[in-house]
Protein backbone atom coordinates (compact mmCIF):
# COMPACT_ATOMS: atom_id res chain seq x y z
CA UNK A 1 0.00 0.00 0.00
CA UNK A 2 1.45 3.47 -1.02
CA UNK A 3 0.91 5.54 1.83
CA UNK A 4 3.31 8.18 0.38
CA UNK A 5 1.26 11.79 0.37
CA UNK A 6 1.18 14.64 -2.45
CA UNK A 7 0.51 18.33 -3.33
CA UNK A 8 -0.63 19.51 -6.75
CA UNK A 9 0.94 22.36 -8.74
CA UNK A 10 -1.27 23.72 -11.50
CA UNK A 11 0.88 25.71 -13.99
CA UNK A 12 -2.02 26.86 -15.51
CA UNK A 13 -2.83 28.43 -12.44
CA UNK A 14 0.67 29.14 -10.90
CA UNK A 15 -1.03 27.37 -7.40
CA UNK A 16 -1.43 24.84 -5.23
CA UNK A 17 -4.68 23.07 -5.50
CA UNK A 18 -6.59 23.06 -2.53
CA UNK A 19 -8.21 20.16 -0.41
CA UNK A 20 -11.11 18.28 -2.41
CA UNK A 21 -10.45 19.51 -5.15
CA UNK A 22 -11.68 22.94 -4.26
CA UNK A 23 -9.83 25.68 -6.13
CA UNK A 24 -6.34 26.71 -5.88
CA UNK A 25 -4.21 28.59 -3.27
CA UNK A 26 -0.78 30.28 -3.64
CA UNK A 27 0.24 29.95 0.01
CA UNK A 28 1.64 26.09 0.53
CA UNK A 29 0.04 25.89 3.92
CA UNK A 30 -3.52 25.61 2.52
CA UNK A 31 -2.93 23.19 -0.25
CA UNK A 32 -4.91 19.82 -0.44
CA UNK A 33 -2.94 17.02 0.55
CA UNK A 34 -3.77 13.92 -1.83
CA UNK A 35 -3.04 10.03 -1.86
CA UNK A 36 -1.10 9.09 -4.66
CA UNK A 37 -3.53 7.10 -6.75
CA UNK A 38 -5.68 10.78 -6.26
CA UNK A 39 -2.32 13.05 -7.28
CA UNK A 40 -1.68 10.86 -10.49
CA UNK A 41 -5.51 10.58 -11.04
CA UNK A 42 -6.33 14.42 -11.17
CA UNK A 43 -3.16 14.69 -13.23
CA UNK A 44 -3.75 12.13 -15.73
CA UNK A 45 -7.32 13.97 -16.38
CA UNK A 46 -6.70 17.79 -15.68
CA UNK A 47 -7.54 20.35 -18.65
CA UNK A 48 -6.49 18.44 -21.74
CA UNK A 49 -4.51 15.60 -19.76
CA UNK A 50 -0.99 14.47 -20.21
CA UNK A 51 0.68 14.70 -23.20
CA UNK A 52 4.39 14.07 -24.08
CA UNK A 53 4.21 16.78 -26.83
CA UNK A 54 3.57 19.78 -24.09
CA UNK A 55 3.64 21.10 -20.75
CA UNK A 56 1.53 19.43 -17.99
CA UNK A 57 -1.12 21.65 -16.62
CA UNK A 58 -0.72 19.72 -13.68
CA UNK A 59 2.40 18.46 -11.49
CA UNK A 60 2.20 16.16 -8.60
CA UNK A 61 4.66 16.90 -5.84
CA UNK A 62 5.87 14.97 -2.93
CA UNK A 63 4.63 16.61 0.54
CA UNK A 64 7.75 15.03 2.12
CA UNK A 65 10.14 16.99 -1.05
CA UNK A 66 8.50 19.97 -0.77
CA UNK A 67 8.93 19.83 3.20
CA UNK A 68 12.39 19.35 2.80
CA UNK A 69 12.75 22.23 0.18
CA UNK A 70 10.90 24.59 2.78
CA UNK A 71 13.65 23.36 5.47
CA UNK A 72 16.58 24.58 2.81
CA UNK A 73 14.94 27.58 2.37
CA UNK A 74 17.56 30.90 2.66
CA UNK A 75 16.92 32.76 5.53
CA UNK A 76 17.67 36.51 4.73
Not at 18 to 32: D, L, M, N, P
Request: charged residues 30%; aromatic residues 12%; proline residues 3%.
Amino acid sequence: MDDLKYLIWSNEHNAWWRSKEAGYTYQIEFAGVYSREETINICATARDGIRKDRTPTEIPVLLNDIEELYQKEKIT
